[in-house]
């Protein structure tokens, strides 16, 4: 490795001086040999001959224009400037991944990649990195870790466009290996964006959240009727037997809810597994739709079910197949029973990638979703009226774990909607 001294200077390393006669060898003797040739002809005199021989000698163990001379003027000692950068360090930062930024040892930017300029459009070569990193906390560990010549790390945020956070790795490099200085040659400030983890931790909390309150609401519901039953309403047996309907049916909710949240973690512990099993989707709606026909006829509405083929089999989990139809079939009957129909089709298609799939659309001409529903709908406890999902007994799992069925299926649900004219959801699965 090159030494410096304090003042970034090639210093007296005997082994430095070595390594460049050793790079220069070829050049030297070529130089000898042509010089020899020159003197023993006469063209040259010894003194001339000796006397440019000693000139090349002096160019090379100063070093001038090689890379490590490169890196020489990017560890310049001058306060004021870096002058230039080394196309080794360039390439790497470059390579990286995650934003990095290079800084000399007066905190003056000496590289970064395109990432860091993402970040920090401002960032320019030579001009302090403050100008460009105007997070007080980042700048400060900067400015320490130049002085100690130890690594810090720093977390930030920022607001603005949009909320991101970053983990800040201050790493000083002692290129130089000068032992003299605490203070370091290079300085390497590696971001990295945090975002999808704190968007992944906030989903959790507000999961928690969200089921904690699902599951409170019913629970209040029945110990708020137990304290009646055991006090006021003790001896009224009207009132106890409306009263154990409702508690009943509260009963039953926790109960789907619980179970809707179990099927939700267990598809995604198995998200990584593609079921295999032959499932058979025109038998599947089939039996869907049968099991649904009181709720149906309860609505006024008709199921029309059209397949294109008399069976559709696709590899995967017949229960959870059954699943996703049962939430379509359901949805459609419950939020677009105002249409009074829900049709269903069933077909076997070639895909854009030329496989052949199965394609099953379950549409109602109901009441529909306005447009700025559609992106969230699949999220879990995502409703668009709370009430009238309750009032349906709903939980606000369903396309969630639809949309989680289908992509462990790895298929895909596509919805379509117009306000006031009703749905279609559309399943496609590989055959
Ligand atoms: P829920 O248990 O509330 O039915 P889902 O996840 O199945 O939960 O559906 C989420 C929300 O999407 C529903 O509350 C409803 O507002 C809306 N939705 C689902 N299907 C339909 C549909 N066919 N027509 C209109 N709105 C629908």
């Given at each position: 490795?090159?030494a410096?001294?304090?003042?970034?200077?090639?210093?007296?390393?005997?082994?430095?001086?070595?390594?460049?006669?050793?790079?220069?060898?070829?050049?030297?003797?070529?130089?000898?040999?042509?010089?020899?040739a020159?003197?023993?002809?006469?063209?040259?005199?010894?003194?001339?001959?000796?006397?440019?021989?000693?000139?090349?000698?002096?160019?090379?163990?100063?070093?001038?224009?090689?890379?490590?001379?490169?890196?020489?003027?990017?560890?310049?000692p001058?306060?004021?400037?870096?002058?230039?950068?080394?196309?080794?360090?360039?390439?790497?930062?470059?390579?990286?991944?995650?934003?990095?930024?290079?800084?000399?040892?007066?905190s003056?930017?000496?590289a970064?990649?395109?990432?860091?300029s993402a970040?920090?459009?401002?960032l320019?070569?030579?001009?302090?990195?403050?100008?460009?990193?105007?997070?007080?906390?980042?700048?400060?560990?900067?400015?320490?870790?130049?002085?100690?010549?130890?690594?810090?790390?720093?977390?930030?945020?920022?607001?603005?466009?949009?909320?991101?956070?970053?983990?800040?790795?201050?790493?000083?490099?002692?290129?130089?290996?000068?032992?003299?200085t605490?203070?370091?040659?290079?300085m390497?400030?590696?971001?990295?964006d945090?975002?999808?983890?704190?968007?992944?931790?906030?989903?959790?909390?507000?999961?928690?959240?969200?089921?904690?309150?699902?599951?409170?609401?019913?629970?209040?519901a029945?110990?708020?009727?137990?304290?009646?039953?055991?006090?006021?309403?003790?001896?009224?047996?009207?009132?106890?037997?409306?009263?154990?309907?409702?508690?009943?049916?509260?009963?039953?909710?926790?109960?789907?809810?619980?179970?809707?949240?179990?099927?939700?973690?267990?598809?995604?512990?198995?998200?990584?597994?593609?079921?295999?099993?032959?499932?058979?989707?025109?038998?599947?709606?089939?039996?869907?739709?049968?099991?649904?026909?009181?709720?149906?006829?309860?609505?006024?509405?008709?199921?029309?079910?059209?397949?294109?083929?008399?069976?559709?089999?696709?590899?995967?989990?017949?229960?959870?197949?059954?699943?996703?139809?049962?939430?379509?079939?359901?949805?459609?009957?419950?939020?677009?029973?105002?249409g009074?129909?829900?049709?269903?089709?069933?077909?076997?298609?070639?895909?854009?990638?030329?496989?052949?799939?199965?394609?099953?659309?379950?549409?109602?001409?109901?009441?529909?979703?306005?447009?700025?529903?559609?992106?969230?709908?699949?999220?879990?406890?995502?409703?668009?009226?709370?009430?009238?999902?309750?009032?349906?007994?709903?939980?606000?799992?369903?396309?969630?774990?639809?949309?989680?069925?289908?992509?462990?299926?790895?298929?895909?649900?596509?919805?379509?909607?117009?306000?006031?004219?009703?749905?279609?959801?559309?399943?496609?699965?590989?055959?």
């Amino acid at each position: 490795m090159t030494a410096f001294d304090e003042h970034g200077k090639a210093g007296k390393d005997p082994g430095q001086w070595k390594s460049r006669l050793v790079a220069a060898r070829p050049v030297l003797i070529t130089l000898a040999l042509v010089l020899a040739a020159l003197f023993a002809t006469g063209a040259l005199s010894l003194f001339q001959a000796l006397g440019a021989y000693a000139v090349v000698l002096a160019v090379v163990l100063v070093g001038r224009g090689s890379t490590v001379a490169t890196r020489e003027v990017l560890l310049s000692p001058e306060r004021n400037r870096t002058r230039t950068s080394d196309p080794l360090v360039d390439a790497v930062v470059a390579g990286l991944p995650d934003p990095v930024i290079v800084l000399d040892r007066n905190s003056r930017v000496v590289a970064f990649n395109a990432k860091a300029s993402a970040i920090a459009p401002a960032l320019n070569r030579g001009e302090p990195a403050s100008l460009a990193l105007r997070v007080p906390e980042v700048v400060e560990a900067i400015r320490t870790a130049s002085a100690s010549g130890k690594p810090r790390h720093v977390e930030f945020s920022e607001r603005v466009p949009v909320e991101r956070w970053f983990d800040v790795h201050i790493i000083p490099v002692d290129i130089a290996g000068d032992v003299r200085t605490a203070q370091a040659s290079l300085m390497l400030i590696t971001f990295h964006d945090l975002t999808p983890l704190r968007r992944v931790e906030e989903m959790r909390a507000d999961f928690v959240a969200n089921a904690s309150h699902e599951l409170r609401t019913p629970l209040a519901a029945l110990s708020g009727f137990i304290d009646t039953l055991q006090g006021p309403a003790r001896d009224d047996v009207a009132a106890r037997e409306r009263f154990m309907g409702i508690m009943k049916e509260q009963a039953s909710r926790m109960a789907r809810l619980i179970d809707d949240l179990l099927s939700l973690s267990r598809i995604e512990l198995n998200a990584h597994v593609r079921p295999q099993a032959p499932v058979d989707l025109v038998a599947v709606v089939r039996q869907v739709a049968d099991a649904l026909q009181v709720m149906a006829a309860d609505r006024h509405v008709t199921i029309a079910i059209q397949a294109s083929v008399d069976r559709l089999i696709v590899p995967g989990d017949r229960d959870e197949l059954t699943r996703v139809f049962e939430n379509l079939i359901e949805n459609a009957l419950k939020y677009g029973a105002a249409g009074k129909r829900v049709d269903i089709t069933l077909d076997r298609r070639e895909s854009a990638d030329g496989r052949d799939e199965a394609v099953i659309v379950v549409r109602d001409y109901g009441q529909g979703i306005a447009v700025e529903h559609l992106p969230r709908l699949t999220e879990r406890f995502y409703r668009i009226d709370v009430g009238q999902s309750r009032a349906e007994g709903g939980t606000g799992l369903g396309l969630a774990l639809v949309k989680h069925i289908i992509n462990r299926h790895r298929g895909r649900l596509t919805l379509e909607s117009t306000l006031g004219s009703g749905a279609a959801f559309t399943v496609r699965l590989h055959i």
